[in-house]
């Protein structure tokens, strides 16, 4: 339990750390009409898990990439997201729903529901050795005509064998805009 309460205050901490400078410096320009980004793209970039099992075995904490997509559903705040982690062992596949809020002119904040499928259970990824129940939060922005950058933190609920210890991983990359 003081595992799982450690990991939740780290993820809360790190989502915090990603979200409230983009919270300060739209305030900053309350005048402004905050439309967000209605983008659909595809990325890619680089993804950290930074918790461990505890196991000691295929749990450590492992460093690997990150391809992502987003498709905007319409004018609803919703967006169907798919996302691969991957270690040098096995990957990730995690196709996901989130919830987007602009926070400012082409930039969002979102918050994410999905679930992981480990496609060599046992093997480490980025978020876990093992399928679980994935949340996360992120903030995605357009840097320039077709590119976006984002950035999220995900926790992986259970997502290691034999321990009740949840994964986080935080991710980043680079993004083309093909909507």
């Keep these: 339990m003081r595992r799982l309460l450690k990991s939740l205050l780290t993820f809360s901490a790190l989502s915090s750390l990603i979200i409230t400078p983009l919270f300060i410096s739209s ?6 009409t905050k439309k967000g980004t209605n983008a659909s793209y595809v990325g890619a970039g680089v993804a950290a898990g930074v918790t461990s099992g505890g196991q000691g075995i295929n749990d450590n904490a492992t460093f690997g990439g990150n391809l992502t997509g987003r498709v905007k559903l319409g004018t609803t705040p919703f967006s169907a997201r798919g996302n691969v982690l991957w270690s040098d062992k096995t990957s990730a596949i995690i196709p996901e ?5 602009p926070i400012a002119n082409k930039t969002n904040a979102y918050l994410t529901a999905g679930y992981s499928f480990v496609e060599k259970d046992g093997s480490p990824t980025p978020i876990g050795n093992k399928d679980s129940v994935v949340v996360g939060a992120g903030v ?3 840097v320039a005509n077709n590119f976006l950058v984002y950035t999220n933190a995900k926790l992986g609920i259970g997502a290691y064998q034999n321990s009740d210890t949840p994964a986080v991983s935080i991710n980043g990359g680079l993004g083309y805009r093909f909507k």
């Design 27 to 32: 305030g900053q320009a309350s005048a402004e």
């Design 140 to 142: 995605e922005s357009e």
């Design 97 to 101: 729903v989130s919830v987007d809020v």
